[in-house]
């Protein structure tokens, strides 16, 4: 009997060191950018009398002192990690000299608009950029960071943009040639080395307010092993962080855990046994028996909608979203073309049924597959941003997930 429990011992020793060795620990580097997802605007405005505009409402500014207001311009970066601050989920920055293409930069620091109580500005080098760090109030090892760098924005979108954003109303904006491109700084890279794979991995900011351990809402991100890129989409790769977060590294799936809160570090642990994996549609699966309502109100299901010998596009949008919109005469153009091999199906979330009839009584479609999209549908293909185009092959195997109508174009075309 002694010897049948010190054997039963030693199994549960080796598994257990077993599963300890294959635990992996991860280590995060500097902040970086991540390219794929395109870069921001940032709009410069004049102040007026000591004051701006936010949201439409006034709020004055205390400058530095022996400050010199001439040249000097104002703008908002999206920052969640300031407790009470003035600015809704925002943190004021002021720009003298931004005529000279060799601006200054001082941040507000606590938020409270008063820029005479905070640290050390920041000078921009001309044909470079500069990088703007804030730090969270309550817990000020954690930061969040933009880099700001001059775009080749165009002239004709300037007032298209100004109509956007908390900066929008009473306030004067600077000419076009004098706004930044700008990326965020909220993700923290590593690579790991797994079964002699080496994967890049990265720890997203989702909520932008200088940490990474925000269940619900911060990411894993997973690089596409093909080309290298990463995405802030769950369609390409990102994992939100929770209790039951997985990924996978060569076929093998590790939980997520221990999410350093600076983003420094965390840990995967290997799914031996007990892991639930969501099932989500990806790249090479077929279109699932999922129910949607279709324009004229029948029930109808979306592995069943595809015409034989055709390409199928799922098209989600919403009349709220603008780049739905602004996309909208790409999209009839890519239809028009090619009609004979592709068919659309457009599934509208977030509206009223009754907003989206009146939208098609005055904007008749070119196509007569549409319906509403269901929460069933959003969760199984991952659709975070609008508007999400899905696209299947003939054969019916999905090719792409939040894909772009270029890539749409290229592909049909062939």
Same mark, same amino acid.
């Given at each position: 009997?002694?010897?049948?429990? %010190?054997?039963?011992?030693?199994?549960?020793?080796?598994?257990?060191?077993?599963?300890?060795?294959?635990?992996?620990?991860?280590?995060?580097?500097? %902040?970086?950018?991540?390219?794929?997802? =395109?870069?921001?605007?940032?709009?410069?405005?004049?102040?007026?009398?000591?004051?701006?505009?936010?949201?439409?409402?006034?709020?004055?500014?205390?400058?530095?002192?022996?400050?010199?207001?001439?040249?000097?311009?104002?703008?908002?970066?999206?920052?969640?990690?300031?407790?009470?601050?003035?600015?809704?989920?925002?943190?004021?920055?002021?720009?003298?000299?931004?005529?000279?293409?060799?601006?200054?930069?001082?941040?507000?620091? +606590?938020?409270?608009?008063?820029?005479?109580?905070?640290?050390?500005?920041?000078?921009?080098?001309?044909?470079?950029?500069?990088?703007?760090?804030?730090? $969270?109030?309550?817990?000020?090892?954690?930061?969040? =960071?933009?880099?700001?760098?001059?775009?080749?924005?165009?002239?004709? $979108?300037? +007032?298209?943009?100004?109509?956007?954003?908390?900066?929008?109303?009473?306030?004067?904006?600077?000419?076009?040639?004098?706004?930044?491109?700008?990326?965020?700084?909220?993700?923290?890279?590593?690579?790991?080395?797994?079964?002699?794979? #080496?994967?890049?991995?990265?720890?997203?900011?989702?909520?932008?307010?200088?940490?990474?351990?925000?269940?619900?809402?911060?990411?894993? &991100?997973?690089?596409?092993?093909?080309?290298?890129?990463?995405?802030?989409?769950?369609?390409?790769?990102?994992?939100?962080?929770?209790?039951? @977060?997985?990924?996978?590294?060569?076929?093998?799936?590790?939980?997520?855990?221990?999410?350093?809160?600076?983003?420094?570090?965390?840990? &995967?642990?290997?799914?031996?046994?007990?892991?639930?994996?969501?099932?989500?549609?990806?790249?090479?699966?077929t279109l699932s028996h999922s129910m949607f309502t279709a324009l004229d109100s029948t029930e109808r299901y979306l592995n069943e909608v595809q015409e034989e010998g055709k390409y199928l596009l799922l098209d989600v949008w919403?009349?709220?979203?603008?780049?739905?919109?602004?996309?909208?005469?790409?999209?009839?153009?890519?239809? #028009?073309?090619?009609?004979?091999?592709?068919?659309? &199906?457009?599934?509208?979330?977030?509206?009223?049924? @009754?907003?989206?009839?009146?939208?098609?009584?005055t904007h008749k479609p070119l196509w007569n597959d549409n319906g509403f999209a269901t929460k069933e549908i959003l969760e199984q293909y991952m659709v975070e941003s609008y508007p999400n185009f899905i696209l299947v092959d003939p054969s019916g195997k999905i090719i792409k997930l939040g894909?772009?109508?270029?890539?749409?174009?290229?592909?049909? =075309?062939?």
């Open positions: 009997m002694k010897n049948y429990i %010190y054997l039963l011992c030693l199994i549960l020793s080796v598994q257990s060191s077993i599963y300890a060795q294959e635990s992996i620990d991860v280590t995060f580097g500097k %902040y970086d950018k991540v390219t794929s997802n =395109g870069y921001g605007v940032t709009k410069l405005i004049k102040p007026t009398h000591d004051s701006i505009y936010f949201s439409g409402k006034p709020y004055k500014i205390t400058y530095p002192n022996s400050f010199d207001v001439v040249d000097t311009a104002f703008t908002t970066i999206y920052f969640t990690g300031i407790e009470n601050g003035m600015l809704d989920r925002s943190i004021g920055v002021l720009v003298t000299d931004y005529t000279s293409k060799k601006p200054t930069f001082y941040i507000d620091g +606590n938020g409270n608009m008063d820029f005479s109580d905070d640290g050390v500005p920041l000078d921009f080098q001309q044909d470079t950029f500069v990088d703007l760090y804030f730090n $969270n109030s309550e817990f000020r090892d954690g930061r969040f =960071g933009v880099r700001l760098f001059y775009a080749s924005l165009k002239k004709e $979108n300037e +007032n298209f943009l100004s109509q956007m954003g908390p900066l929008a109303r009473n306030n004067e904006f600077v000419a076009i040639d004098y706004w930044f491109g700008e990326y965020r700084l909220n993700n923290r890279f590593a690579e790991v080395t797994h079964e002699g794979t #080496t994967y890049t991995i990265a720890l997203h900011d989702y909520n932008c307010n200088g940490t990474f351990d925000d269940k619900g809402k911060d990411k894993i &991100l997973l690089a596409n092993p093909y080309d290298q890129t990463v995405s802030t989409q769950r369609q390409h790769g990102a994992e939100i962080y929770s209790d039951s @977060a997985i990924i996978t590294l060569g076929g093998r799936h590790f939980q997520v855990k221990n999410i350093d809160k600076t983003g420094k570090s965390m840990q &995967l642990l290997p799914c031996n046994d007990g892991c639930e994996i969501a099932n989500r549609i990806r790249v090479g699966d919403g009349l709220w979203c603008k780049g739905c919109l602004m996309q909208q005469p790409h999209l009839e153009k890519i239809y #028009t073309d090619n009609s004979d091999r592709l068919q659309i &199906l457009s599934l509208n979330w977030g509206d009223l049924p @009754a907003s989206v009839y009146t939208h098609y009584k894909t772009r109508l270029n890539e749409v174009e290229a592909i049909i =075309g062939d």
